[in-house]
């Protein structure tokens, strides 16, 4: 009987098809990550430093600032690295940590969007009942939750995936440790967990997609009853940035792993696009259509000294 454990550590080969580009991909990821951090990092300190941003709205906006600070580090400082000219090789126990953390971090956002789809219903639909119903203690436990039960569906992905044997070979045709490429290398018959797999990342994914949608119905609805155009317009306005992250958040999860057919150089594409991109962008959709936002981040550049005062 071979011996679960002899794999000791992986070899990844990066993005498919990207030989001799190291250079060029290192500049570009490395600007990607840097705006990211700092974009989100800006929107927390906007979102902190101004009192009247301090509503249940922007609360779940740090907690997705957070997990977008986070997201991409769990791939692309590994990345950076090894685009540099340094080792590809990760431990085992690396490629288990970036695996866990990586689906720990998205199952989070795809519960937090969710979140905050009822948060917009309830201001919406439910105007009045607002405060009592979204109190400080439910947001805590709302928040809460998404990170658990991120955590739960974490836990199970990794340990279905590193359950396996591996015995080699241990080169990781991908840029980072994901469920795909890893079974690939798993010395037993996948077919079964596979199925497992796809049907638990597809039905979590969905499940929080229908109640978005449901929360959604009932704000258009809501909205449509609203006689002031200008009122339509705010309504429209503060539901725009979500609905606009959701999308950039739900199309990478379809084409990645509920295609029954992969493709490793669109994978990879659409992956970077969702680890780094995306992250990046957040910042930017949310405080663009927001003018309480852009007028706490004014101030705070201000305080930084990176824009002068008559501005």
């Known amino acids: ?72 580090s769990v791939s692309s400082p590994k990345m950076l690295f090894y685009l540099s000219g340094y080792s590809r090789a990760i431990s085992y126990a690396g490629c288990v940590s970036q695996l866990f953390f990586y689906h720990f971090l998205g199952c989070t956002e795809c519960f937090l969007y969710t979140v905050m789809a009822y948060d917009r219903f309830v201001a919406i639909c439910h105007p009045l009942r607002y405060q009592v119903i979204m109190s400080p203690r439910v947001c805590a436990i709302l928040a809460s939750g998404t990170s658990f ?18 015995c080699g070979p241990n080169e990781v045709d991908y840029f980072f440790c994901d469920i795909p490429v890893m079974l690939k290398l798993a010395c037993a018959d996948t077919a079964a967990l596979e199925m497992v797999g796809f049907i638990s990342v597809g039905l979590m994914p969905l499940s929080c997609f229908l109640l978005i949608l449901a929360s959604y119905s009932r704000i258009v609805y809501s909205i449509l009853q609203i006689r002031s155009a200008e ?38 594409t659409v992956q970077v696009l969702n680890n780094l991109v995306t992250p990046m962008l957040n910042p930017l959709i949310y405080s663009l259509r927001n003018k309480e936002v852009k007028s706490s981040l004014r101030k705070v550049l201000h305080q930084l000294g990176f824009l002068p005062e008559h501005l």
Do not use: K
């Open 149 to 166: 039960f991120g955590c739960v569906q974490a836990t199970f992905l990794t340990t279905l995936t590193f359950q396996l044997p591996y």
């Open 231 to 268: 009122g339509q317009r705010h309504a429209f306005s503060t539901c725009s940035a979500h609905l606009t992250a959701i999308l950039l958040f739900y199309m990478p999860v379809v084409l990645i792993y509920l295609r029954p057919t992969p493709s490793p150089l669109l994978d990879a």
């Open 1 to 72: 009987m071979r011996n679960a454990s002899v794999v000791t550590e992986f070899i990844l080969l990066g993005i498919p098809h990207t030989q001799d580009l190291e250079t060029v991909l290192f500049v570009l990821f490395l600007t990607f990550y840097v705006f990211t951090l700092v974009g989100n990092l800006l929107i927390l300190l906007a979102i902190a430093s101004s009192a009247r941003l301090h509503t249940p709205m922007y609360f779940f906006l740090c907690e997705l600032s957070v997990c977008d600070i986070f997201f991409p």
